[in-house]
C-alpha cells in the first residue's frame, strides 16, 4: 500500500523546520553491531590469544576479543554445530554434528579447509599446542588428521582389535581424552570399557571395566540388566584423566562416578553425587526406581594453579529427569594426597568425602544446556586450569556466566565485550536518550581500570568525536539495567553504569519489561514484567561503606508486607557503590496488570499507564501520587488503555500567555488524551484534562512533543519553571502521535499532516536534528518500519518524505519496536532478540583516527604471543620415558616437521610454537603483551613476530638437551617440582636427587 500525505497549508517559510534537510545525504552506516543472529550453541575460549568464540543456530561463528573487536563467519554446513576448540593460537577448529571439522584462521579470518571423516563423530580431543585432532567415530574407529594439511596421519585404532567386547553391537567411541602430561598417551572409552593406549607402543596399556553384582545398588539410574554371568555393566558416557595423569575417573549411563588407579586399573571408589561405595553388594535385591533422575551430561575435572589441588564440576544427576538442569555441583578434593605412600583405602577416602560439595543453583526459566570453564592459567588440562568464570550455554540460546569457585552468576559487564554482554543477561527491552556532555562526563568520569577478560585483537573501527551526548539504556531479565554511553559510536563495557534491581528488592527474577530515562535530572524509572515500578535517581550514595561486600543492601525493613501503593526504597541501596543510580520509590502493581506505558518527566513527574486502564502521576518529591484515573470512553462505556505517554512544555488554547507542564497520553483505541499540569500557591500540583482527539487508527505507540519554532523537542525542565519563558516557548507545541500504521501532527487540537503506512509496519518514530549547509540546525522525524524493513526520514511539520532507506538487517518487527532515534542522525536499531546495531544516518560522524584504524578490518591473530609450554611428568621423578613433539609428529606423519608448508599461518604457528627450539629463552619470559585501547604508545613487542635473545648456533648447548630439560626448568622457576616430590619411592636413589637438583640449578643460571 503506497503512504498518502495530506500536506497542511503553509503561511509562511518559516513554518519548515526541516529546512535544508533535503541537501543531507542520507544512507546507512554501522558504526558498533552487538550480539549475533540466532541462539547460542557453542562456546570456546582461548586463555593465550585472549579471545571467545561462541556459534549460533544459524551456523555463524562468532569471535570475540576485547573492545570493538569482532568477527563473524557463516559456515555453508546443513548440519548443526556442536563444539569449537582453539589449537596453537592461530586456529579454531569447528566440529559440526555429523562428520566435518573446520579449519579457520585466525589471521586470514577464513576456512582454510574442511576435514571430512567419513563417519560420524562421536568424541573427539585437541590440545592447544598440537597441530593434530583426534577422533572417535561411530563406527569404533580412532583416528587423527593433521589441521595444517587436513590429511589423515597413521594412526588408526579399531575397536575389534583392542576391545574385551567384540561382539557388542553399539561399538562407538564415547570418551576420547589426551593425557595431561603425556602427548603419546590416549584415554578410550567405549560404552563398555575405557582403556589407556599408548601411542608409542601401539597398544592398550590397561583397560577398566565397571561391573555390578546383584544387589550392588549403583547410580539412581540403574537399568540392573544382568548378564549371564549375573553382572550388570552400566555404558560409559564420560571419562576424564586427574591432571596429574595417575588417577581417570569414568561417568556411566546409570550416574555412578568411578575413580580408578591410572597406573595399575585398580578400582579406587564407585559413587554417586551424594552417595559412595555405591558398587559395594548390600545384600538386598535391587529394583530400578520409577523416577528417572537427569544423567550426568557434563563434567570436568578443574584444578587451581596448582594441579595437584583439583576438583569435578558437574551438570545433571541431581534432579528428576523432567525438571530439566538448573544447577551445577562441584566436589572440591582439595591437594591430592601422596601417590606411592598412599592406600587405596586412603584414595577412596580422598574421594569419597570431598572436603568442600556444593550446589550452585542457575536462576532462569531455562535449562542449563552446557558450561565451559574460561581458564586464567594455561590452555592445559583440557582448558581446565584455575578458571575465574565458567560460561553457561542455556536451552534458550542465552550466556550467562558464573563466578568460580562462588557459585554466584556474573552480570558485571566491565568483564566482558559489549558484544558479549549484550547476551549477558538476555535482553528484555531497550530504549535511548540525549544527555548532556557535561552532564556525561560526570557520569563516566572515574571507573576503575579495565577488567575484562578478553584482551586479545586489534581493533579497526575508530572511536568519533563526541559533539552531542546520547545514552543507551538495555534492560534484562535477572532485574539488570545497563545504562552505555552512546556518544563515540560504539558501547564500551568497561564504563558502563548498571542498576541491580534483583539485589535491591533481593528477588533475581524480575525482568525488566520499560524504562524511562529523564535526561535534565539523570533520572530513570523502569517497569517490571510483574506491574512494579521503580524510580532511580543518580546521586552519592549516603549509605555507602568502601569495605562494604559488593551487592550487600542496608536493610529489608522498606520491602515488608503493606498495602502502600508507594513505597520508600532509599534504604535499599547498595552499601558498596560510592555513586551511581540510587533506589527511591517502588509502586506497587495493585493488581493492575502489566505497565503498558511509563514516562519519567525531568520536572520530578512520572506518569504510569497500566494494562488495566490506570493512570498514575507521582511526584517524586514528595513520594506521593497526584493522579489516580480510570481511563474509560465516556460514550461506549469502554475500557481504554494507556499505550504511549510524553510530557511537553508550551502554552495552551485557554492560557496563551504563560507556559505549562503538559501530558500527553496516548490510548488503545488511537485516542490523544492532553493534561495540564497546575502548581497552586503552596507549590502542591494538580492534574487537568483538557483536550481529547482521535488523531490515530489504532492505538498509539511513540508520542513526540516538539517546539513548533525552533524543531526541538519540548520536554519541560526545572530551569523553565523557575525562570520567565523565552519567545520560543510561547508556542503550541506540534504534537506527533504514531501508531503501528500512521503519523498525525496536532498543532493546537488541530490535525495539521498525517501519513499512513502498511498495517502494523510503524516500529518506532523519533527526532533527529543535523547542522545544515546553510549553517541553521535543523530537525526531521526518523521513522523505523520493522516490518518493510525500511527507514524513512520525513520533514516536519509536512511529514513530507525527505529519504527512504533500506534497513540493510534481517529486522524483526517485534524487536525493531525497542529502537531508538538519537542526536545527530544516529539510531539505535533493534533488529531481533539477540542482535542489534548502533547506525548513522546522516553521515555526520567524524571518525577519531588512530593506529589501529590503519586495519581494514579487525584483526584477530596477535603473532607476538607465544604458545606457553605444556605440562609434562617430571621423568627423573616419575621414572617414566614419555613422548617428545617431534617423536609425535614422525609417529603419526612419518617424517619430521617441514620447516616450510604451505600456507601463511603454518609459519606463523612454528613462530610462537613451544616445540620451537628457537623459543625455548623465551618461555615464561613474562605475561603476554596485548593491545592497549587507551594508551597513547603502545608496548614494543605487540604486532611483532617473538624473538629470541639466544643464539643457537653459536651456543654449547645441545638443543637435544635443552628439549629434555626445558619444562623441569620452568617447572622448577614456578615451584612445581615439590608437588611430585612426595610420589617418589622410598628407594629411590638420594645421588639422582642431588645431580637432578644440579642439572636444574645449571640450567636456570645458563638463561632460562
Known amino acids: 500500500m503506497a503512504p498518502s500525505i495530506k500536506l497542511p497549508k503553509f503561511k509562511r517559510n518559516t513554518d519548515n523546520l526541516s529546512q535544508g534537510m533535503d541537501k543531507i545525504q542520507f544512507e546507512v552506516d554501522e558504526l558498533q553491531s552487538y550480539g549475533e543472529a540466532g541462539r547460542v550453541k557453542a562456546l570456546a575460549y582461548d586463555p593465550v590469544q585472549s579471545l571467545m568464540a561462541v556459534a549460533t543456530e544459524f551456523n555463524h561463528v562468532c569471535i570475540f576479543g576485547q573492545a570493538r573487536v569482532t568477527y563473524t563467519l557463516e559456515l555453508q554446513t546443513v548440519n548443526p554445530i556442536k563444539a569449537l576448540r582453539f589449537v596453537k593460537g592461530i586456529y579454531l577448529l569447528v566440529f559440526d554434528s555429523v562428520d566435518t571439522i573446520f579449519v579457520i584462521s585466525l589471521f586470514t579470518k577464513t576456512v582454510l579447509r574442511k576435514i571430512t571423516t567419513s563417519v560420524e563423530i562421536t568424541a573427539f580431543d585437541t590440545d592447544y599446542s598440537l597441530e593434530f585432532v583426534f577422533v572417535g567415530l561411530k563406527n569404533g574407529m580412532v583416528k587423527a588428521f593433521d589441521i595444517e594439511t587436513g590429511k589423515q596421519t597413521f594412526l588408526n585404532i579399531v575397536e575389534e582389535r583392542r576391545s574385551s567386547f567384540p561382539l557388542v553391537a553399539d561399538k562407538h567411541v564415547c570418551s576420547l581424552k589426551l593425557h595431561p602430561r603425556d602427548i603419546g598417551t590416549l584415554l578410550i572409552s567405549y560404552p563398555k570399557e575405557t582403556m589407556i593406549y599408548s601411542l608409542a607402543d601401539d597398544k592398550v596399556m590397561l583397560s577398566f571395566i565397571y561391573t555390578l553384582e546383584r544387589t550392588a545398588p549403583g547410580g539412581e539410574n540403574a537399568t540392573y540388566a544382568y548378564g549371564a554371568d549375573g553382572m550388570y555393566l552400566p555404558d560409559v558416557t564420560h571419562s576424564l584423566w586427574h591432571p596429574n595423569g595417575l588417577h581417570i575417573v569414568t561417568v556411566h549411563d546409570d550416574n555412578s562416578i568411578v575413580f580408578w588407579d591410572a597406573k595399575t586399573g585398580e578400582r579406587i571408589l564407585a559413587r554417586t553425587l551424594f552417595d559412595s561405595y555405591v558398587d559395594a553388594p548390600t545384600g538386598k535385591e535391587c529394583k530400578r526406581d520409577r523416577e528417572r533422575m537427569s544423567s550426568i551430561s557434563t563434567i570436568r575435572w578443574l584444578c587451581d594453579s596448582d594441579p595437584e589441588k583439583?576438583?569435578?564440576?558437574?551438570?545433571?544427576?541431581?534432579?528428576?529427569?523432567?525438571?530439566?538442569?538448573?544447577?551445577?555441583?562441584?566436589?572440591?578434593?582439595?591437594?591430592?594426597?601422596?601417590?606411592?605412600?598412599?592406600?587405596?583405602?586412603?584414595?577412596?577416602?580422598?574421594?569419597?568425602?570431598?572436603?568442600?560439595?556444593?550446589?550452585?543453583?542457575?536462576?532462569?526459566?531455562?535449562?542449563?544446556?552446557?558450561?565451559?570453564?574460561?581458564?586464567?592459567?594455561?590452555?592445559?588440562?583440557?582448558?581446565?586450569?584455575?578458571?575465574?568464570?565458567?560460561?553457561?550455554?542455556?536451552?534458550?540460546?542465552?550466556?550467562?556466566?558464573?563466578?568460580?569457585?562462588?557459585?554466584?552468576?556474573?552480570?558485571?559487564?566491565?568483564?566482558?565485550?559489549?558484544?558479549?554482554?549484550?547476551?549477558?543477561?538476555?535482553?528484555?527491552?531497550?530504549?535511548?536518550?540525549?544527555?548532556?556532555?557535561?552532564?556525561?562526563?560526570?557520569?563516566?568520569?572515574?571507573?576503575?581500570?579495565?577488567?575484562?577478560?578478553?584482551?586479545?585483537?586489534?581493533?579497526?573501527?575508530?572511536?568519533?568525536?563526541?559533539?552531542?551526548?546520547?545514552?543507551v539504556i538495555t534492560g534484562h531479565e535477572s532485574g539488570f539495567i545497563r545504562v552505555w554511553n552512546s556518544s563515540e559510536g560504539a558501547l564500551d563495557s568497561s564504563s558502563v553504569l548498571e542498576i541491580d534491581i534483583g539485589g535491591i528488592l533481593q528477588n533475581d527474577e524480575c525482568s525488566v519489561s520499560?524504562?524511562?530515562?529523564?535526561?535534565?535530572?539523570?533520572?530513570?524509572?523502569?517497569?517490571?514484567?510483574?506491574?512494579?515500578?521503580?524510580?532511580?535517581?543518580?546521586?552519592?550514595?549516603?549509605?555507602?561503606?568502601?569495605?562494604?561486600?559488593?551487592?550487600?543492601?542496608?536493610?529489608?525493613?522498606?520491602?515488608?508486607?503493606?498495602?502502600?501503593?508507594?513505597?520508600d526504597i532509599s534504604d535499599r541501596a547498595p552499601l558498596d557503590l560510592k555513586k551511581g543510580f540510587m533506589p527511591k520509590l517502588l509502586v506497587r502493581a495493585l493488581d493492575n496488570g502489566r505497565v503498558t506505558a511509563l514516562c519519567n518527566s525531568s520536572v520530578n513527574f512520572v506518569a504510569v499507564g497500566y494494562e488495566s486502564g490506570r493512570l498514575l502521576v507521582i511526584d517524586r518529591r514528595g513520594g506521593v501520587v497526584i493522579h489516580n484515573e480510570i481511563l474509560q470512553d465516556a460514550g461506549l462505556s469502554i475500557k481504554i488503555t494507556p499505550t504511549a505517554i510524553q510530557f511537553g512544555f508550551g502554552i495552551t488554547g485557554t492560557q496563551q500567555q504563560r507556559c505549562s507542564i503538559l501530558m500527553y497520553v496516548g490510548t488503545s483505541i488511537g485516542r490523544l488524551i492532553t493534561y495540564q499540569l497546575l502548581a497552586d500557591a503552596r507549590g502542591r500540583f494538580t492534574v487537568n484534562r483538557i483536550e481529547d482527539i482521535d488523531s490515530n487508527d489504532s492505538d498509539i505507540v511513540d508520542i513526540l512533543a516538539v517546539n513548533s519554532v525552533t524543531g526541538r523537542p519540548c520536554s519541560p525542565t526545572l530551569g523553565q519553571l523557575r525562570s520567565q519563558p523565552l519567545e520560543t516557548d510561547l508556542a503550541f507545541p506540534l504534537v506527533i502521535s504514531a501508531s503501528t500504521s500512521d503519523i498525525r501532527v496536532i498543532k493546537n487540537d488541530a490535525k495539521i499532516a498525517h501519513k499512513t503506512y502498511g498495517k502494523g509496519d510503524i516500529s518506532k518514530v523519533g527526532v533527529t536534528g543535523a547542522r545544515t549547509v546553510d549553517g541553521n540546525i535543523s530537525f526531521c522525524l526518523v521513522c523505523i518500519n520493522g516490518r518493510s524493513k525500511k527507514i524513512a526520514a520525513l520533514s516536519l511539520p509536512s511529514l513530507s518524505q525527505l529519504s527512504e532507506l533500506r534497513i540493510p538487517y534481517r529486522v524483526e518487527a517485534k524487536y525493531a519496536?525497542?529502537?531508538?532515534?538519537?542526536?545527530?542522525?544516529?539510531?539505535?536499531?533493534?533488529?531481533?532478540?539477540?542482535?542489534?546495531?548502533?547506525?548513522?544516518?546522516?553521515?555526520?560522524?567524524?571518525?577519531?583516527?588512530?593506529?589501529?584504524?590503519?586495519?581494514?578490518?579487525?584483526?584477530?591473530?596477535?603473532?607476538?604471543?607465544?604458545?606457553?609450554?605444556?605440562?609434562?611428568?617430571?621423568?627423573?621423578?616419575?621414572?617414566?620415558?614419555?613422548?617428545?613433539?617431534?617423536?609425535?609428529?614422525?609417529?603419526?606423519?612419518?617424517?619430521?616437521?617441514?620447516?616450510?608448508?604451505?600456507?601463511?599461518?603454518?609459519?606463523?604457528?612454528?613462530?610462537?610454537?613451544?616445540?620451537?627450539?628457537?623459543?625455548?629463552?623465551?618461555?615464561?619470559?613474562?605475561?603476554?603483551?596485548?593491545?592497549?585501547?587507551?594508551?597513547?604508545?603502545?608496548?614494543?613487542?605487540?604486532?611483532?613476530?617473538?624473538?629470541?635473545?639466544?643464539?643457537?648456533?653459536?651456543?654449547?648447548w645441545q638443543v637435544s638437551k635443552l628439549k629434555k630439560y626445558a619444562s623441569d626448568a620452568i617447572e622448577h622457576s614456578a615451584n612445581k617440582v615439590e608437588a611430585y616430590v612426595s610420589d617418589v619411592n622410598d628407594n629411590f636413589d638420594q645421588a639422582v636427587k642431588d645431580a637432578r637438583k644440579e642439572a636444574l640449578r645449571s640450567i636456570v643460571k645458563s638463561g632460562f
Open 310 to 471: 583439583s576438583m569435578l564440576l558437574i551438570m545433571g544427576g541431581d534432579s528428576y529427569a523432567d525438571e530439566g538442569c538448573h544447577q551445577l555441583v562441584r566436589m572440591n578434593f582439595g591437594k591430592m594426597i601422596s601417590y606411592s605412600m598412599s592406600t587405596y583405602q586412603h584414595m577412596a577416602d580422598y574421594y569419597s568425602q570431598p572436603k568442600q560439595q556444593n550446589i550452585f543453583a542457575i536462576h532462569s526459566n531455562a535449562n542449563v544446556s552446557d558450561f565451559v570453564p574460561l581458564p586464567e592459567k594455561s590452555p592445559y588440562f583440557d582448558g581446565n586450569q584455575k578458571p575465574a568464570l565458567v560460561a553457561l550455554i542455556m536451552s534458550d540460546g542465552s550466556l550467562k556466566f558464573m563466578n568460580y569457585p562462588e557459585g554466584s552468576l556474573s552480570f558485571d559487564a566491565r568483564r566482558f565485550p559489549s558484544t558479549v554482554s549484550w547476551l549477558n543477561p538476555k535482553i528484555t527491552c531497550s530504549s535511548s536518550s540525549y544527555l548532556d556532555t557535561r552532564i556525561l562526563s560526570s557520569i563516566y568520569e572515574a571507573f576503575p581500570p579495565n577488567v575484562s577478560i578478553l584482551k586479545g585483537g586489534i581493533p579497526s573501527k575508530p572511536k568519533y568525536r563526541v559533539v552531542a551526548g546520547s545514552v
Open 514 to 567: 520499560s524504562i524511562s530515562f529523564a535526561p535534565e535530572q539523570t533520572e530513570l524509572s523502569c517497569g517490571l514484567v510483574n506491574g512494579d515500578v521503580l524510580l532511580f535517581s543518580y546521586q552519592s550514595n549516603k549509605l555507602y561503606q568502601p569495605r562494604a561486600i559488593a551487592g550487600l543492601t542496608n536493610k529489608m525493613s522498606s520491602l515488608s508486607i503493606r498495602g502502600n501503593a508507594v513505597v
Open 817 to 956: 519496536q525497542q529502537s531508538s532515534v538519537l542526536p545527530l542522525g544516529d539510531i539505535f536499531l533493534r533488529i531481533t532478540e539477540t542482535e542489534a546495531a548502533l547506525v548513522n544516518i546522516m553521515n555526520l560522524r567524524q571518525a577519531i583516527r588512530g593506529p589501529e584504524t590503519s586495519n581494514s578490518a579487525d584483526v584477530l591473530f596477535l603473532k607476538n604471543i607465544m604458545v606457553p609450554w605444556r605440562p609434562t611428568f617430571n621423568q627423573m621423578v616419575k621414572n617414566t620415558a614419555g613422548i617428545t613433539y617431534s617423536q609425535l609428529y614422525k609417529l603419526l606423519l612419518g617424517r619430521d616437521r617441514p620447516e616450510k608448508g604451505s600456507t601463511e599461518e603454518y609459519t606463523k604457528a612454528w613462530n610462537i610454537s613451544p616445540y620451537n627450539p628457537a623459543n625455548y629463552s623465551l618461555l615464561g619470559a613474562g605475561k603476554p603483551k596485548y593491545y592497549d585501547p587507551n594508551a597513547l604508545h603502545q608496548h614494543i613487542d605487540v604486532g611483532k613476530s617473538p624473538k629470541s635473545a639466544h643464539s643457537f648456533e653459536n651456543n654449547g
